[in-house]
């Protein structure tokens, strides 16, 4: 089969990951590019950053209500690992960053 000259060659994809039924489909065409193309494929999923709820007005926290950063990062590592097998991409590199995913 001939490549078309006019389709760019892929050596890295990076593909967004937020665990919705549209990021199962990205994740599977990331495969077939990978796969056509045999590069490398990298996750990557972004935990936007959460003030701890709980906070009343005078910004006193309650402990009860407060998000442990990592413990959420640690399980969006487990996720995006549970992602990656179930969309064939068990190879490929996976990222989990805090930040703003907009």
């Known amino acids: 089969m001939m490549e078309d000259p006019s389709m760019p060659d892929y050596n890295h994809i990076l593909a967004a990951v937020d665990f919705s ?3 199962e489909a990205i994740g599977k065409r990331a495969l077939d590019l990978s796969r056509r193309y045999d590069c490398q494929v990298t ?3 972004v935990v936007d950053y ?3 709820l709980g906070y009343a007005d005078d910004f006193t926290p309650s402990p009860v209500l407060m998000i ?3 413990e959420l ?3 969006s590592q487990r ?4 992602f ?3 969309t064939g991409l068990e190879g490929a590199r996976r990222q989990v960053l805090p930040g703003s995913p907009r």
């Open 79 to 82: 996720s995006l690992r549970t």
């Open 68 to 70: 442990d950063e990592n």
């Open 21 to 23: 039924v549209a990021a």
């Open 50 to 52: 959460l003030l701890p």
């Open 73 to 75: 990062l640690e399980q």
């Open 43 to 45: 996750l990557i999923h």
């Open 84 to 86: 990656a097998q179930k």
